[in-house]
Every structure is written in C-alpha cells, then in structure tokens.
C-alpha cells in the first residue's frame, strides 16, 4: 500500500549512538524527543534500548501509551486543564506559570506522586518560559516550598520561534538565572536542560556552557540535521525516513491553465510560469498528508509544483527515468512533512 514511509530503525540507533556521544564529550544527559514521529513503539524501543536518560514528547497522549522504563518529560508546556493526566503519564514537566504548577503540586498530592518541574527560561527567542529579566527567584522559591512537585530543574529553548542560535552570550542569561536560583534554594539543581538539536554546533566545536547538563533532541536523531544552520551532522544518518508514493496519471500537459483563473481548492488565486509542455504526473498524496514543499524527490531532477488534498503534481520533464502509472517515486523529508507524514492516518509506517 501507498503512500508509505520506510522507517529504518537501524540508522535511527546509529543516530542515537552518535548522539550520545556528542553529549558525553561534555558529561551531557540526553533526552530522546519523540513527537516528530507521534511516539511510535519502533522507536521508542530504539531510545529504551540505547539508554538514553530521559524520554520526552509534547503530547500527554504519547507519554500516556509510551511503554518505556525511562523518566517520562512532558516536553511542551503543562496545561490547567491536564494536570492531573501530566502528574499520572509524566514523570517532569516543562513549565513557566506559577499558577499550573501550584495546581499540578495539588494534584501530586492528591495522586501522591512527586513530580519534578522544570523550569523554562526565556532566554531570547520568544517562545515558552519566564523573561530571563523576570524574578524568576521567588517563582523557584515558591516551587521549592510545596510538597507534591519539586524544583528538579530549569531550563531554556532556542531557535524554535525567534530563530535564535544558541551561543555563549546568549546561553550566559540562563546560567546567571540557574545561579541565582542555586544560590536562593541552597542547593544545585538536577537537571540544566541547554536547548534541543540547534545546540549540536556548541558541541561539535567543543564550546561548554557552565552548568548546562541536559539537552532535549528529536530532530538530530531523527533527520540526523543540526538546526542552528541546518547541515548533516558527521556520522548521523538523513535517511532514516524515506517517503514512497506511487504515480496515477502520467502524460504531457501544458504548464499554464487554460480558461479564466478563478480560484484554487484553497481559495487562493493561482499564478503559473509557463514552461511549454510539461511531462507531468499525478501522485497518491496531497495536503492532508503533507505540504509538496517539504518533500524532496531522490531523483533531483524532478520538480514537485502543486498538491490539493489528495494529489500532489509532479514535473518529471527533466527526469532520465520513463516513469509509468503505478511507478513509486521516493522522497528524504524535512522536519515539517516527517511530522504531518507521520500524523496521518492515511499514510503507511513500515519498519526496515
Ligand atoms: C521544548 C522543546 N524542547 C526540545 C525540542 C526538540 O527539538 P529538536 O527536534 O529541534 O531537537 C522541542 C521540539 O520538539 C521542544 O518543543
């Protein structure tokens, strides 16, 4: 059955392993991220398996069936409304709003579970955590007083909305807040979470930040890329998820509609280059599945120029294959489309 993702579960464990020992050159844990693939057992055995130190996912849902020995991390911020499901399916928390956690400590105790929250700082980049600015002392203080959570750890996220690379600059604001906090509690903290897989570089070029224990990476494992710049790290493998789908029409065709353009199936109005006569063809995806623009073809002479739900049109003008109907073509994929990909229903996930 098409389309189908291929899922190599072998070059998933050698990125695995290249991971950790990254991060062992500077006595760093690791957190195995699993939402980009839905958390699918394959490979959350793979993560089981290798020993990483922690398991991670955005989803309550994913930590709620994920069978694993591994502390469990809800990845994405904890929400009022959940906190009794993050207490029971989490083992720590990412967290920023001294409300939610005094009600996720008031569900601790109430399960008597303790739970570790890890407190976000933001840093720069704009997405989740309290302004380093911010007297972020009391919010820990207050964390370190109640009996159901406790402070196991702060930490910070980069390079996810503002785009911002994580440097030693940068990363120094963390580690005045990560001080101060020590200091006010009188103790060190368990776990100084540094940022996710745009933090590879600091790594590759030996670059330590002071206190920084932890990184959380889904996409590195996965897409075996760093994301500070985007490039393939050494060793790391950029296939471990290849997407085949097959051909259902093939023929020429001319590049520019013909009759007076109104709208797409989205809504938008269309604009179109005109190349002449195409060779084209009609593949077995389409937006429901995954955006055309994210994937791309192994045969890099073929341009992907157009999806609606079901369909995605290909120009294979330029292709040295004769493809025919029922042809399969193979596709690497970005963060973006392996996320959806792995989403959709509709879309077969076969292990190799
Ligand atoms: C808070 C947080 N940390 C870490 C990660 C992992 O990021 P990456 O996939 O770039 O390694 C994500 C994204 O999934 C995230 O939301």
Redesign the pocket.
């Known amino acids: 059955m098409y389309p189908r993702i291929l899922i190599d579960t072998g070059k998933y464990r050698d990125n695995v392993r290249e991971m950790k020992k990254l991060c062992a050159r500077q006595g760093l844990t690791l957190?195995g991220?699993t939402?980009?693939f839905c958390a699918v057992d394959e490979l959350v055995d793979v993560l089981n398996d290798e020993e990483v130190d922690f398991i991670?996912d955005?989803r309550i849902e994913n930590l709620r069936t994920m069978e694993t020995p591994l502390p469990k991390v809800l990845?994405?911020l904890s929400s009022k409304h959940e906190v009794a499901e993050v207490v029971l399916h989490a083992d720590y928390s990412?967290n920023s709003d001294i409300d939610t956690i005094r009600m996720l400590d008031g569900a601790a105790v109430e399960k008597d579970k303790k739970h570790g929250i890890i407190l976000?700082v933001d840093i720069g980049d704009l997405?989740?955590g309290i302004y380093y600015r911010k007297d972020i002392v009391s919010v820990a203080k207050e964390i370190a007083t109640m009996q159901g959570v406790y402070l196991a750890g702060m930490?910070t996220?980069l390079?996810?909305y503002g785009g911002v690379i994580p440097d030693a600059v940068t990363l120094r604001r963390l580690v005045k807040v990560v001080t101060d906090v020590e200091e006010a509690i009188g103790r060190e903290l368990e776990i100084v979470?540094g940022?996710?897989?745009?933090h590879i570089p600091l790594l590759q070029e030996d670059i330590h930040i002071d206190k920084v224990n932890n990184?959380?990476?889904?996409?590195?494992?996965?897409l075996g890329r760093e994301?500070a710049y985007g490039k393939l790290v050494p060793g790391f493998h950029d296939d471990v998820f290849i997407l085949e789908t097959d051909i259902l029409e093939i023929g020429e065709k001319p590049s520019v509609p013909q009759g007076t353009i109104g709208m797409d199936a989205f809504g938008k109005k269309p604009t179109f280059k005109d190349k002449g006569v195409m060779k084209r063809a009609i593949l077995a995806i389409g937006k429901q599945d995954v955006e055309h623009t994210e994937l791309e073809p192994l045969d890099s002479a073929i341009e992907l120029i157009g999806s609606s739900s079901d369909h995605v049109i290909a120009d294979l003008t330029e292709s040295k294959t004769s493809y025919e109907t029922g042809d399969v073509l193979r596709f690497k994929l970005t963060?973006g489309s392996l996320l959806s990909l792995m989403t959709s229903p509709y879309v077969v996930k076969r292990y190799v």
Not at 215 to 222: D, I, K, N, S, W
């Open positions: 957190m991220v939402k980009v991670a955005s990845l994405r990412l976000m997405r989740e930490g996220n390079t996810c979470s940022g996710n897989s745009s990184l959380r990476v889904g996409e590195a494992l996965a994301t963060y």
